[in-house]
């Protein structure tokens, strides 16, 4: 019987395959210039849009970073969290953790849409979402950090994951540092991590049962938030998770917590008498360290579990499959 490669055509064609083997393996790895050539106004076009919509709402800044955690959290950054219901997915957005809570859908559509004008077919949801992430940070004074660039979308989502894997504000530090490390993070990249609701709001039923019940808390701090809070009603009434500056990205988010003055029950449990008082107690004292943490920690999460090379889709409308 003849060898495989006795035919020179056929000893192409095998080396040709391992070649273009080896070019896929290449493409399924994230990189900071995925686009310079084939949209190479992509970033800038995010930019403008963030920048934009946090100048109309500063809240929407934290809004779309927390968009990009929990989407990350749920079988990793691929944009699932932006799929609506039909009748053959149900989607993530009606989780626990996302309903009536997760914002800034129509700041994504915006930007899908600038970018298949420019550029059709190009660049993913998931993508986008991390992007608009790191620049509401830099828009509301934070650090920057170089967004590694390459996601695809997923054609699927979990409702059941969402529920099950976005840490909840009730978690005690031991189930904090669980959730965290279940996708991979240290302790420390979780306290840095939480450091993000030194920006933005929360809704009156995630920190209620902290505000009348527990021993943990400022006294005036938690008088002044029942008076936005009642005991009974008013579940979306919104109040600042940094009391300080909620509208600033800084450190004063641990300052708080050695004040008593965190809002969920999850944020003050990082400063209770634990392992990572100690943590706190620094990024209190030092703003640079905080910062370079966080963005460190943000590439970390942005890499959890992306969908490259062949994998998934490019959405053309991040809402729905192609």
Known sequence: ??????????????????FLLLINMASAQLS?????????????????????????????????????????FVNGCDA???LDDTANITGEKTAGPNNNSVR????????????????PGVVSCADIVAVAARDSVVALG???????LGRRDSTTASLNAANSNIPAPTLSLSGLISAFSNKGFTAKEMVALSG????????????????YNETTIDPS?????????????????????????????????????QSQKGLLHSDQQLFSGGSTDSQVNAYSSNLGSFTTDFANAM????????????????????????
């Open 221 to 257: 701090f938690a008088t002044s938030l029942r008076a936005n809070c009642p005991s009974t009603g008013g579940d979306n009434n919104l109040s600042p998770l940094d009391t300080t500056s909620p509208t600033t990205f800084d450190n004063a988010y641990y300052k708080n917590l």
């Open 299 to 322: 590439v970390k999460m942005g890499n959890l579990s992306p969908l490259t090379g062949t994998s998934g889709q490019i959405r053309t409308n991040c809402r729905k499959v192609n």
């Open 104 to 119: 800034g859908y129509e700041v994504i559509d915006t930007i899908k849409s600038q970018l298949e004008s420019l550029c």
């Open 1 to 18: 019987m003849a060898s495989k490669y006795s035919c020179p055509l056929n000893k192409f064609k095998f080396f040709l395959g391992w």
């Open 196 to 211: 993000s609701h030194t920006i933005g709001q929360a809704r009156c039923t995630t920190f209620r049962r902290r505000i």
């Open 80 to 82: 699932s969290i932006l």
């Open 142 to 148: 934070g650090p920057s950090w170089s967004v590694l």
């Open 32 to 72: 900071s210039n995925f686009y310079a050539t084939t949209c190479p106004r992509a970033l800038a076009t995010i930019k403008s849009a963030v920048s934009s919509a946090v100048s109309k709402e500063a809240r929407m800044g934290a809004s779309l970073l927390r968009l990009h955690f929990h989407d990350c």
